[in-house]
């Protein structure tokens, strides 16, 4: 499958699980919505990894997808035993995110 559009379901992946539980706490749960400020970079991140994986910017891909993951493993640090499958979801799909920017070919080496 083509390295583009599977950075767009990556993403669209990443998207639904935002809205999925992040962390519980006995029977309350919070997903990315309830958490708001940092955590609509987990929404807004693998969006921007797949516009550049589209555009065929490898170097904003990287950026994207490591900060991304950077995010997502703050969380996960913080949260700690307590963490939801929405969040282990996220984080997959932006470690999915950063092998998919390594394996892109640059714009250089596509031109020559």
Not at 57 to 83: E, T
């Amino acid at each position: 499958m083509n390295q583009k559009v599977v950075a767009v379901i990556v993403a669209a992946i990443a998207a639904f699980m935002w809205y999925q539980p992040f962390n519980s706490f006995g029977m309350f749960y919070q997903s990315g919505e309830h958490w708001g400020g940092l955590a609509y970079g987990l929404l807004i991140l693998p969006s921007l990894f797949a516009v550049a994986t589209w555009l065929n910017q490898k170097q904003l891909s990287l950026i994207f997808s490591i900060l991304s993951v950077l995010l997502a493993g703050n969380y996960l640090l913080k949260i700690g035993s307590n963490v939801g499958w929405g969040l282990l979801g996220v984080t997959g799909c932006c470690i999915a995110s950063v092998l998919i920017a390594a394996s892109l070919k640059s714009n250089h080496s596509q031109q020559a």
